[in-house]
């Protein structure tokens, strides 16, 4: 599927969101959040949702729950890896 999603919220550094939605008004919307809370030290907590709405959600449930979520984890660990890496090569960043 091909989005042309709208940015709805912009926090340089800390969040990102945006709302994408199908063709047709009503059967699929996704906002997708990312939020970056900092911890103690350099840690921080890399916070990812995705929120469904839209008749599509209730048709393919179980698809939403195991392909897309799977797609999620993956971009997860591999965004992951990548800022690990970042920050191995750049320790006093």
Same mark, same amino acid.
Request: aromatic share 10%; hydrophobic share 45%; proline share 5%.
């Given at each position: 599927?091909?989005?042309?999603? +709208?940015?709805?919220? +912009? ?11 199908? =063709? ?53 660990? =591999?965004?992951? =890896?990548?800022?690990? +890496? ?8």
């Amino acid at each position: 599927m091909t989005f042309r999603p +709208l940015i709805v919220d +912009l926090d340089p550094k800390r969040e990102l969101r945006w709302i994408g939605r199908f =063709a047709v008004p009503g059967l699929l919307s996704g906002e997708h959040i990312f939020m970056i809370q900092p911890l103690e030290g350099d840690n921080v907590r890399f916070v990812h949702r995705e929120i469904f709405t839209g008749l599509f959600v209730l048709l393919y449930a179980g698809n939403f729950e195991t392909n897309i979520r799977l797609g999620f984890e993956r971009m997860n660990q =591999a965004l992951k =890896a990548q800022a690990e +890496l970042e920050s191995s090569h750049n320790p006093s960043s």
